[in-house]
């Protein structure tokens, strides 16, 4: 069973920055694309990154944080990363990491990622 943990959320100011870990526990992360989803408070879950399994660097953003967020992996500690610069109080929401379902694909549909972790709090004051 795939365990995802999320890691790195906090307060921050406006403009600043924070990095979010997803490490995965059981099993090989690198087998599998690894995407980012927030919630905000009373909204739908929604896509934020996500970044494919192999190492050619594929990755794709949600147009909302293109230029301010990039997703990373390391495969040798089986963690992904999402670094997020310029942070803006929309930015605020619980961020979760998922992996995609089946392994050496990249698919970037909300149902095809499962074994959510259990979210890290982002708070972004004005």
């Known amino acids: 069973q795939v365990q995802l943990v999320e890691s790195g959320g906090g307060l921050v100011q406006a403009g600043g920055s924070l990095r979010l870990s997803c490490a995965a526990s059981g099993y090989t992360l690198s087998s599998y694309s690894v995407g980012w989803f927030r919630q905000a408070p009373g909204k739908e879950r929604e896509f934020v990154a996500a970044i494919i399994w192999i190492g050619d660097g594929t990755t794709s953003y949600a147009d909302s944080v293109k230029g301010r967020f990039t997703i990373s992996r390391d495969n040798a500690k089986n963690t992904v990363y999402l670094q997020m610069n310029s942070l803006k109080p929309e930015d605020t929401a619980v961020y979760y990491c998922?992996?995609?379902?089946?392994?050496?694909?990249?698919?970037?549909?909300?149902?095809?990622?499962?074994?959510w972790g259990q979210g890290t709090q982002v708070t972004v004051s004005s």
């Open positions: 998922a992996a995609n379902r089946i392994p050496y694909t990249f698919s970037l549909g909300r149902a095809d990622f499962g074994s």
